[in-house]
């Protein structure tokens, strides 16, 4: 008659009954059966000639801990990939590196700020300046939305475009910074004007990647479009569709890019994906 | 498409699993790899889907008096992978021996 399977070691037990709880939740039953099972073969299966101590007490845990990290790491990142905290953080995070680098390359906060007040005097009066410029030449593709935008969905859509907008031109402001630093002692006057300079040029490149960001991104959640898809043939660019399509990946909705603003739709065209919808694709 | 290009030790495990080693311990042990190696690289294999897994029935692991296994298998798309790195990698070949069941 069969019997259940022996409990295992009371420390594996304990190893599993601790890093359990770094693993996400709806990951962990499965991680238990598995690490269980594994564990299990290990004691009953494997003769102990072959299974040195050094592996049972140490390596073993090892795994069981980095498997749950990286169910957990794994987890993290594709709850946050894509999403406007992450691309916040991110440039946030970039800014206050090469902050840390300013101050170092500079030998400390006073030296520092004595240069920052004047240089960041003539970069505000270069802002206005690019902004203009980047809006007046960016190739803004128009959006058709396929519903009226909530008004609070549209103020967070202006709000983390003017945040965005606002880090990576500080980023770039401490870039310039860090750049023209090592002319700093010898040509002080040019180094300012190279120092603008950068910041100009940098501020350009920010200013376009932040409104071309924007365009990518889903209308509801500002989550970035994935899975771009070709819909239609080249040849048929007069004819009929043909263009790429993006998805939102909580399934909000798609955004539809013509290939050339003709015959297909003049504009982008950014279409909810609606509970009707939902409905005929299950069907 | 071109098939992905592997580590050492994903290209180890790959292979491993294309002789017929087809749960972790087993892996590990003909591979020689420690287990923080061995099983975080089989979940970034099943993600990337070149390994597929699925766990034995009950019933049988019941009868044999033992908790169910979690088997991994190569798909496709990582027999075309496991392919490529033999080739990228020929001492694989001569690393592992077949599995003998």
């Known amino acids: 008659m069969s019997t259940r399977p022996s409990a295992l070691p009371l420390f ?217 898809a070709r819909v239609g043939r080249p040849s048929h660019n007069l004819l009929e569709w043909t263009g790429t399509e993006q998805t939102c990946k909580e399934g909000h909705g798609r955004l539809s890019v013509p290939e050339m603003e003709t015959s297909w739709h003049q504009y982008s065209r950014w279409i909810d994906q609606t509970a009707s919808f939902d409905h005929v694709a299950s069907a | 498409m071109s098939p992905p290009r592997l580590s050492h030790s994903a290209a180890l495990i790959l292979k491993a699993i294309s002789l017929g080693y087809c749960f972790g311990f087993d892996v590990m042990e003909i591979t020689g790899l420690p287990s923080g190696t061995v099983y975080p690289a089989l979940r970034r294999l099943e993600r990337d889907e070149l390994v597929e897994s699925r766990w034995e029935s009950e019933d049988d692991a019941f009868s044999n008096q033992r908790p169910a296994r979690r088997y991994y298998q190569l798909t496709r798309e990582g027999k075309a992978a496991a392919l490529a790195a033999t080739e990228r990698y020929p001492l694989l070949a001569r690393l592992l021996p077949e599995k003998h069941s």
């Open chain 1, 12 to 228: 594996h037990r304990a190893v599993l009954r601790t890093v359990q709880h770094v693993v996400p939740l709806m990951e962990r039953e499965e991680f238990l059966r598995s690490w269980k099972a594994e564990l299990w073969h290990m004691h009953n299966c494997v003769p102990r000639r072959r299974l040195s101590a050094l592996r049972l007490h140490i390596d073993l845990p090892l795994g069981v801990v980095s498997d749950a990290f990286w169910l957990r790491t794994h987890s993290l990142r594709r709850s946050l990939s894509g999403t406007p905290s992450l691309c916040l953080g991110f440039l946030l995070g970039l800014s206050l590196l090469s902050f840390a680098f300013a101050v170092l390359s500079y030998g400390g906060w006073r030296g520092l700020s004595i240069h920052l007040g004047t240089q960041a005097e003539h970069c505000l009066v270069a802002v206005p300046i690019v902004l203009f410029v980047s809006s007046a030449i960016a190739s803004f593709s128009h959006v058709e939305l396929s519903s009226i935008p909530h008004t609070l969905r549209w103020i967070n859509h202006l709000l983390f475009a003017a945040l965005k907008t606002s880090l990576a031109l500080v980023l770039t402001f401490l870039l310039s910074v860090c750049l023209s630093r090592p002319l700093y002692i010898p040509l002080p006057h040019a180094a300012d004007l190279l120092q603008i300079l950068f910041f100009v040029l940098f501020a350009l490149l920010a200013v376009r990647w932040s409104f071309y960001d924007q365009e990518q991104r889903c209308k509801h959640c500002l989550c970035s479009l994935t899975t771009p």
